[in-house]
């Protein structure tokens, strides 16, 4: 599954990483690269006292941004997880999905 806690160790992501590809890995990091980016540049514009107002537009954009990138990782996921876990009876995977999904909405 693509989403792992941040705090998480990376051998336990590791652990935990599916027996099947995603179609939309390099898409998402991708994404998140680009965000991260974004997110920097904020920074620096509050480190540098720009105006109140564009920091905030700014961060609408990161937030949306994140939010695109979160769809992207769920109909993912939908697409091969869960597919795979209907398929073998998994009830597990359909609450883990919809523990994310709440998770994901707050």
């Known amino acids: 599954m693509l989403l792992e806690k941040i705090d ?26 680009k965000a991260t980016g974004h997110l920097e540049s904020i920074r620096k514009m509050v480190e540098s006292g720009r105006d109140c107002s564009e920091v905030l537009i700014q961060l609408a954009a ?17 697409d091969h997880c869960i597919v795979a876990a209907v398929e073998k009876g998994d009830q597990k995977a359909l609450n883990d999905l919809h523990k994310a999904i709440d998770q994901f909405m707050k």
């Open 62 to 78: 990161v937030k949306a941004a994140i939010n695109n990138t979160g769809k992207i990782i769920l109909k993912d996921h939908i």
């Open 8 to 33: 998480e160790p990376i051998e336990e992501t590791q652990a935990k990483k599916p027996n099947h590809d995603h179609t939309q890995t390099k898409a998402v990091l991708n994404r998140l690269s």
